[in-house]
């Protein structure tokens, strides 16, 4: 399984990506308060916060040293049932359909204008043809959604392309 990737912005100056541990090693040296930073979730598109203060984080519950965390789901007990007979058990199955969803191509990924426009929503609000980005945006018109955002900082049109699963190559 991967790990959840970030990407940290200072204004619209894109200065990182990598994983929480990674973005907070190499983000520390600006101070636990960095004016401007912002960081959002490459899996979601929303604003998340890092720990720059150089303390450790409290340990989480589960089995930190393999990522686990326990949650409750709610499933119906046909559900149960079918996964109870997949090789592994349950827990096993939901991580193999988990993993294969995320697998997925980001163009089939139904959330990607989602993640998109949280981003955007956070960053680019106030830029010129913001409107019109999301509307081609959940229109499905890569091509108007890159042409939206014609004249924006290169970082953030960029990523917001990326998380839309367009990527700055295909627009």
């Given at each position: 399984m991967?790990?959840?990737?970030?990407?940290?912005?200072?204004?619209?100056?894109?200065?990182a990506?990598?994983?929480?541990?990674?973005?907070?090693?190499?983000?520390?040296?600006?101070?636990?308060?960095?004016?401007?930073?912002?960081?959002?979730?490459?899996?979601?598109?929303?604003?998340?916060?890092?720990?720059?203060?150089?303390?450790?984080?409290?340990?989480?519950?589960?089995?930190?040293?393999?990522?686990?965390?326990?949650?409750?789901?709610?499933?119906?007990?046909?559900?149960?049932?079918w996964?109870?007979?997949?090789?592994?058990?349950?827990?096993?199955?939901?991580?193999?359909?988990?993993?294969?969803?995320?697998?997925?191509?980001?163009?089939?990924?139904?959330?990607?204008p989602?993640?998109?426009y949280?981003?955007?929503?956070?960053?680019?609000?106030?830029?010129?043809?913001?409107?019109?980005?999301?509307?081609?945006?959940?229109?499905?018109?890569?091509?108007?959604?890159?042409?939206?955002?014609?004249?924006?900082?290169?970082?953030?049109?960029?990523?917001?392309?990326?998380l839309?699963g367009?990527?700055?190559?295909?627009?």
């Open positions: 991967t790990e959840e990737t970030f990407t940290a912005f200072q204004g619209t100056k894109r200065l990506s990598g994983t929480r541990g990674s973005l907070e090693t190499d983000l520390a040296p600006l101070g636990p308060h960095p004016e401007g930073l912002l960081v959002f979730s490459d899996l979601t598109g929303r604003e998340t916060d890092l720990n720059l203060s150089g303390t450790p984080a409290p340990a989480p519950r589960g089995r930190p040293k393999m990522g686990v965390k326990a949650r409750e789901i709610t499933l119906l007990p046909r559900h149960w049932d996964l109870a007979g997949q090789r592994g058990g349950a827990s096993a199955a939901l991580r193999r359909i988990v993993d294969d969803a995320m697998n997925a191509a980001p163009s089939d990924d139904p959330r990607a989602d993640r998109a949280r981003f955007l929503s956070a960053i680019a609000g106030n830029l010129p043809r913001f409107e019109e980005a999301i509307r081609a945006l959940y229109a499905g018109d890569m091509r108007g959604f890159a042409d939206a955002m014609d004249g924006w900082p290169d970082d953030l049109r960029d990523h917001a392309l990326t839309a367009a990527g700055p190559q295909n627009a």
